[in-house]
């Protein structure tokens, strides 16, 4: 597959104006992809969980810290409703809740290192789990199990995988959960890294799904390893 170029980027805060050049996101165009902000925290984050030093305990604090900013970002992608309040000063807010119900749902192994995040934003969500694991020899996307909520068609699905490589494995827990009813337009991607080609196809084939990504990178190589990447993600938060 054809590696995309680095794009670099100086990298610092603004009142600093000697900044290191620093590689950023490649640029996506579909308006259903939305990459975080290349801010100097979030590409200190991610240095920290490419770099292969990293040990585990590392990984996972810095994989959290980005897990976060991921579920911060998704939720503004939630519709809201008005909702007024009084003050203990007696004065009116006019404010907005969530409009529906949410559920996550991981997909197994790596997906369920993102759920923490999430509950850590909303409190005793529900979240449903989908099997798939990628061939190791053939990269093709298995599935073996589901368990989602009962109602998940009347939800908003925040569907969690770190790692989104030749999408696969994405695509297919998205038919899952289409198959199940849920409405494309409510189902938002949450992922770590990207690959161009991957997330491009993806964009394109579920037009209506968004897509909230940290980071698309370089390309894949030869083994459909995301690069440069970061590795197998489900190992180094839970194994090695
Ligand atoms: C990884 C990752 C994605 C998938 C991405 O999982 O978490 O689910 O590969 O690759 P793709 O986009 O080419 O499908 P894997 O199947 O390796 O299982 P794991 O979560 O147990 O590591
Ligand atoms: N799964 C991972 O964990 N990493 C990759 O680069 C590709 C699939």
């Not at 519709?79 to 809740?97: A, E, L």
């Not at 789990?129 to 925040?158: G, N, V, W």
């Not at 695509?171 to 991957?198: D, H």
Request: glycine residues 8%; hydrophobic residues 40%.
């Amino acid at each position: 597959q054809p590696e995309e170029p680095a794009v670099a980027a100086p990298i610092g805060p603004q009142y600093k104006e000697e900044k290191p050049e620093a590689t950023v996101s490649t640029p996506i165009k579909h308006s259903n992809v939305h990459i975080l902000p290349q801010t100097p925290q979030l590409i200190a984050l991610l240095t920290m969980i490419r770099d292969k030093t990293t040990v585990r305990g590392d990984f996972i604090f810095y994989s959290n810290r980005i897990i976060r900013l991921l579920v911060e970002e998704g939720l503004n992608h939630l519709p809201v409703i008005s909702h007024p309040v009084t003050t203990p000063t007696g004065r009116s807010y006019q404010g907005v809740k969530f409009e529906g119900k949410i559920c996550g749902v991981s997909i197994m192994r790596a997906g369920e290192a993102m759920e923490q995040g999430l509950r850590d934003c909303c409190r005793s969500v529900r979240i449903g789990k989908i099997l798939i694991q990628r061939d190791e020899e053939t990269c093709m996307p298995r599935l073996f199990y589901d368990k989602l909520p009962e109602d998940i068609s009347s939800r908003y699905c925040l569907l969690l995988d770190p790692m989104f490589a030749t999408g696969g494995s994405a695509t297919m827990a998205v038919e899952v959960l289409i198959s199940r009813g849920v409405p494309e337009e409510r189902i938002l991607f949450l992922n770590l890294i990207a690959s161009p080609q991957g997330i491009q196809g993806f964009a394109e084939r579920f037009p209506k799904l968004r897509i909230i990504t940290a980071f698309v990178d370089q390309g894949l190589d030869g083994k459909n390893y995301i690069v440069p990447g970061l590795g197998d993600f489900g190992d180094r938060f839970y194994c090695i």
